[in-house]
């Protein structure tokens, strides 16, 4: 029996860039522009990789002491779901999705939508401060 040979293991980043790139529309321009924010906004932010399986290639999640957001991409949305979003004061309004749970928040980007940079960079730093505080 033939040995496969060695595959090479992406990191974290490497695999949102790959889901930037293959996107190669307005989606993933959207998933880029919003990367760089969460980046700008906490410059200790951590990239990571999750719930890949043979069903779905997995998932960006941006975390600083605990996670703070996934960026998940559908066919007319580009979702950033906020894992304790419920928690923040979202003066702003950018939540527009998953309003009902007690928990989780989320913000549905669609195609001609413009990005409130200025909002959604305090929206990050509020989760930051959040999950330091716990």
Same mark, same amino acid.
């Given at each position: ?39 700008q906004a906490d410059p200790n932010v951590v990239e990571e990789w999750k719930w890949k399986k043979a069903t779905n290639p997995g998932v960006p999640v941006w975390?600083?002491?605990?996670? =703070?957001?996934?960026? %998940?991409?559908? &066919?007319?949305?580009? !979702? ?6 419920? $928690? ?18 989320? =913000?549905?980007?669609? %195609?001609?939508? &413009?990005?409130?940079? !200025? ?6 730093? $509020? ?8």
């Amino acid at each position: 029996m033939e040995k496969s040979p060695t595959q090479k293991v992406e990191t974290p980043s490497q695999h949102i860039d790959g889901r930037i790139n293959e996107l190669s529309d307005w989606r993933g321009k959207t998933l880029g522009r919003l990367r760089a924010l969460i980046k700008q906004a906490d410059p200790n932010v951590v990239e990571e990789w999750k719930w890949k399986k043979a069903t779905n290639p997995g998932v960006p999640v941006w975390s600083h002491n605990g996670p =703070i957001c996934t960026g %998940e991409t559908y &066919k007319s949305v580009v !979702k950033l779901t906020f894992f304790k979003g419920a $928690a923040l004061k979202d003066p702003s309004g950018l939540f527009n999705s998953s309003l009902e749970g007690n928990t989780r928040r989320a =913000i549905d980007f669609h %195609e001609d939508d &413009k990005i409130d940079e !200025k909002a959604f960079t305090a929206l990050i730093r $509020a989760a930051v401060k959040l999950n330091e505080s716990r």
